[in-house]
């Protein structure tokens, strides 16, 4: 069935550095979506890709889509506090109903 | 506000006992979820429902049943038959996906479910 990979599955960085967590599907994506969890709360949607390549922004993260449609990355240019949380990313095949979680990155960041 | 409600926040089962979560949404969502989430783990998917009166297993269904009478409501029963119900549950909704490209689910803020 599908899967989707993300990693690492931890990171642990000093305020102002940078963050990326990628996601890597065994199958051709409609579309990927990025959530955010905070500590005890519940996820919160982040973005959605649906388009071979894309790149979208949101102030200091940047979403990226695979050329095949397999993989996405989330990248954080230099960490604030505010940033800690567990980011996931869900896909959903072609053709399916279903959306398949990722395990998320669980991010940490050292004031 | 629009938005979806589940209750309780906490919850404790008893041995033997079937217990039931309830999920609630006003945002006039067709399709609904529900989600188990351990300590540490991602989300995995228990049951959804894309329409009314219909719904379909997940990836770990054994031990949990719903039901899906109104466009509003779906509850989650926990049943003795799940041996370890520890967990936090979430419950979400989104509009229809159909075939096409998915769309974002809203999510609840959780039950907290223990053992006692």
């Known amino acids: 069935g599908q899967q989707v990979m993300q990693i690492p599955q931890y990171q642990h960085v000093q305020e102002g550095e940078d963050f990326t967590t990628y996601c890597n599907s065994s199958?051709?994506?409609?579309?990927i979506q990025w959530y955010k969890q905070r500590p005890g709360g519940h996820p919160v949607f982040l973005i959605q890709l649906v388009k071979s390549g894309e790149v979208k922004k949101q102030k200091r993260l940047t979403f990226q889509f695979g050329e095949a449609k397999k993989n996405s990355s989330l990248h954080i240019t230099a960490t604030q506090t505010t940033d800690v949380g567990t980011y996931f990313c869900a896909g959903k095949n072609t053709g399916g109903f279903k959306t398949i979680f990722g395990a998320g990155t669980r991010l940490f960041v050292k004031a | 506000d629009g938005g979806i409600t589940q209750s309780p926040k906490y919850l404790f089962r008893k041995e033997g006992q079937n217990v039931t979560l309830s999920c609630e949404q006003n945002?006039?969502?067709?399709?609904m979820y529900w989600y188990r989430q351990d300590p540490g783990q991602g989300l995995r998917l228990i049951y959804y429902?894309?329409?009314?009166?219909?719904?379909q297993k997940g990836d770990i269904a054994e031990g949990y049943s719903v039901s899906r009478e109104k466009k509003e409501s779906f509850p989650l029963t926990v049943t003795s038959a799940q041996k370890n119900p520890t967990a936090f549950y979430l419950c979400?909704?989104?509009?229809?996906?159909?075939?096409?490209?998915?769309?974002?689910?809203?999510f609840g803020d959780g039950t907290r479910l223990s053992i006692l």
């Open positions: 945002l006039n969502h067709d399709a």
């Open positions: 979400a909704s989104s509009n229809s996906p159909g075939q096409g490209v998915g769309l974002p689910q809203h």
């Open positions: 429902s894309q329409i009314v009166n219909d719904f």
């Open positions: 199958t051709t994506l409609s579309n």
